[in-house]
């Protein structure tokens, strides 16, 4: 059976789509490595807990949503980093005028590079919150906010750079 040009061209397209999209939909311009740099507490209420917790997420979601692997440093795609904002507010006011919720807010800086297509880099903040029961004391509630800000964040910083929204 002798193959036609006609048929030659769409399987050629098809392996060049292949080639820059991972099984995922993560769009990784054909690079094969990233790396997370350690995102730095820049805000005093920020522990390094709270700063290690998101950096780890962020590697984690990546691993999991492409066929990247991840390296110390030097990554084909990197991402780096701090933390800018980590705050609490009161949010809900009841009677008596008190807060009946408080609202943590984390605000992440991001550089991404991509050192394959380097207009697809960026440098930009990325904000989520959480809210709780005024009654409760944030270091109860802290590890499970932070945890649902940070499964946002990291998803929203995933879908800017690798999902290409």
């Known amino acids: 059976m002798k193959l036609r040009l006609n048929h030659i061209l769409p399987i050629a397209f098809a392996i060049i789509l292949i080639s820059c999209y991972t099984p995922y939909g993560a769009q990784t311009s054909g690079a094969k490595t990233f790396s997370v740099e350690y995102f730095k507490p820049q805000t005093p209420l920020a522990s390094p807990i709270v700063a290690q917790n998101f950096t780890e997420e962020l590697r984690d979601l990546i691993q999991r949503q492409s066929t990247l692997q991840l390296i110390d440093t030097k990554g084909e795609l990197r991402f780096e980093g701090s933390i800018t904002d980590y705050r ?78």
Request: aromatic share 8%; proline share 3%; charged share 25%.
């Open 88 to 165: 609490v507010s009161p949010v809900g006011v009841s009677d008596g005028e008190t807060a009946s919720r408080n609202r943590l807010t984390v605000t992440v800086k991001v550089k991404y590079t991509n050192t394959l297509e380097p207009d697809l880099s960026f440098e930009r903040n990325f904000t989520r919150f959480a809210d709780y029961e005024s009654s409760q004391d944030l270091l109860t509630v802290e590890e499970q906010l932070t945890g649902e800000i940070n499964e946002q964040l990291t998803q929203e910083i995933f879908n800017a750079s690798l999902g290409n929204w």
